[in-house]
């Protein structure tokens, strides 16, 4: 069984010795030789004099051999999905084709400037134009935006085009915005952002929204409602047809959380479910690294009227190039710089077009098979239940409690996963969503094999047969044990390398 390597590995600042280098740059006279030229003339071309630093910085002093074995070692603590699973549910950890590492790092790619003409680079436009359109055929949309970097930033992108579009019109009173109880935080956090009163929207018996709740919180206030279909709780919305109609009706526009779009891929569309706004996850649906893994992306996707206020510019065709058209008569202006993060989206790109539309709906059945699949292993599991209706199938994931171990044996959720990671396996979300207590939210995606799923059931099933004193003492096996929560979350101890480059930067002698 795999598990991450036991080092104690110190930071990099307290490796090496003074004045030892890892590789030679050649010297300014070298430089100047090879340039053939005046000195101050070729320096103040490279780097202006007011650019140039006054001393230098106060980096590590290492060879080369101790910063590979540095982090080779680093790699060998960590756990990530090349390791084994992470079924982080809500994160949606799946595999990351390598394919897609190799064809988004070619330098034909990778070495494109953001201002570059757009005759030079009309292959990465192509790219991305069809992207967009792919996009939008996937979630019944019309027009999407590529430039939000991630899926919060698509968030607060789509409640200021939900507040825009009310102020054209006059509807200064339409303030609120209807978010239920179970939802990712970035959502109320979003349009609190935007400037909206939040109104939380309760769950009912079966973990859907409560519509006589949401029928008693419409009125003439109400801006839109957030939702994602299904939700966080793994279920999906049934009523989504009636409660797009209502909120409708009431005015108010449907805001789509695309993070579980990995539970209907090819199957159903937010569009056709009266969503009028929708962002997408790429780094979570589309297969592109996220947690350390590289920068996200959270396009926003558009239908009918709300098309006008996307983020500008869109790019466009007109049968010979690929052009990008500012004009912005009712848009929300931009929300990035330049064009979006282009690399996750150039992987997009080439998951969904090496999927094809058959592969995208495999994605959703297998994900929602493994779920079923551990779901049905997990049927009589001591320590834990299944709350909000068990017996109806869940989507892309599903939250367990083990509040039944926390009132039995004192065991908690948190002890849950500590123990899974003694076990060689990574942790589920812990305590999301809010609604459930002792939350253990599982997502093992599309790309879990079916001996992971079991093996995930069976050491759940051993965690909860343990005696509770070795329970609580997990972790074991890794680098880190138990932290102290409350010194964990201090700012003063949350970067102990950026403190101690801190000191050097002060100039403070370190003891090695
Ligand atoms: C991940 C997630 C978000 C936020 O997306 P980021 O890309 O992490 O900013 C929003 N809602 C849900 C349900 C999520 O799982």
């Not at 034909?108 to 790219?127: C, K, M, S």
Request: aromatic content about 8%; overall charge negative; proline content about 7%.
């Amino acid at each position: 069984m795999w598990r991450q390597a036991r080092w104690h590995e110190p930071l990099i600042y307290e490796l090496g010795a003074p004045g030892r280098i890892g590789f030679l740059v050649p010297d300014d006279a070298e430089i100047v030789e090879a340039l053939g030229g005046d000195r101050d003339a070729i320096l103040e071309h490279l780097v202006p004099e007011a650019l140039r630093r006054l001393s230098p910085p106060p980096l590590p002093e290492v060879s080369e051999v101790e910063v590979a074995r540095h982090y080779t070692r680093l790699s060998q603590m960590s756990y990530g999905v090349d390791n084994g699973p992470v079924p982080l549910g809500s994160c949606t950890m799946k595999y990351n084709p390598k394919i897609a590492e190799q064809l988004a790092a070619d330098p034909r790619i990778a070495w494109l400037h953001p201002l570059q003409d757009e005759e030079t680079v009309q292959g990465l436009l192509e790219i991305l134009y069809k992207l967009e359109r792919w996009l939008a055929e996937i979630t019944g949309m019309d027009r999407c935006s590529l430039q939000p970097p991630a899926g919060a930033s698509g968030e607060l992108t789509g409640t200021l085009m939900i507040r825009k579009y009310h102020l054209d019109r006059g509807e200064d009173q339409r303030v609120e915005m209807l978010v239920p109880d179970s939802a990712h935080g970035t959502n109320p956090a979003s349009a609190a952002m935007a400037g909206f009163r939040v109104v939380r929207i309760p769950t009912d018996e079966g973990g859907e929204v409560d519509i006589e709740a949401l029928y008693t919180a419409l009125s003439d206030q109400t801006a839109g409602m957030m939702l994602t279909n299904p939700n966080t709780l793994g279920v999906f919305e049934s009523r989504i047809l009636e409660i797009s109609r209502l909120v409708h009706e009431a005015g108010g526009i449907m805001y789509y959380d695309g993070a579980n779009l990995n539970g209907i891929l090819g199957i159903a569309r937010p569009g056709d479910m009266g969503f009028d706004i929708v962002h997408i996850n790429i780094h979570k649906t589309f297969a592109a690294p996220h947690g350390g893994g590289g920068p996200g992306a959270g396009p926003v996707c558009a239908k009918g009227e709300m098309v006008d206020y996307l983020p500008r510019p869109l790019l466009e065709y007109d049968g010979e190039k690929y052009y990008w058209d500012h004009s912005c008569d009712k848009c929300i202006g931009r929300v990035r710089a330049f064009h979006g993060n282009i690399v996750p989206l150039v992987k997009a790109f080439i998951y969904i077009a090496s999927l094809g539309p058959q592969g995208l709906r495999e994605v959703a059945e297998q994900a929602v098979l493994n779920t079923n699949y551990f779901i049905s292993l997990m049927k009589g599991a001591k320590g834990y239940m299944l709350p909000y209706d068990p017996s109806k199938p869940r989507k892309h994931e599903v939250v367990y409690s083990a509040k039944p171990l926390a009132q039995e044996k004192g065991v908690t959720a948190e002890d849950v996963a500590k123990n899974l990671l003694d076990a060689g396996l990574y942790a589920p979300t812990i305590y999301f969503p809010l609604i459930v207590e002792e939350a253990l939210m599982v997502e093992f995606t599309d790309t879990e094999t079916a001996e992971n799923v079991e093996r995930y059931a069976e050491t759940l099933r051993r965690i909860a047969a343990m005696e509770p004193e070795e329970a609580r003492k997990a972790p074991r096996n890794t680098s880190i044990g138990r932290l102290d929560m409350v010194k964990a979350n201090h700012p003063a101890s949350v970067t102990p390398s950026y403190r101690i480059y801190r000191r050097r930067l002060k100039g403070e002698k370190l003891r090695l």
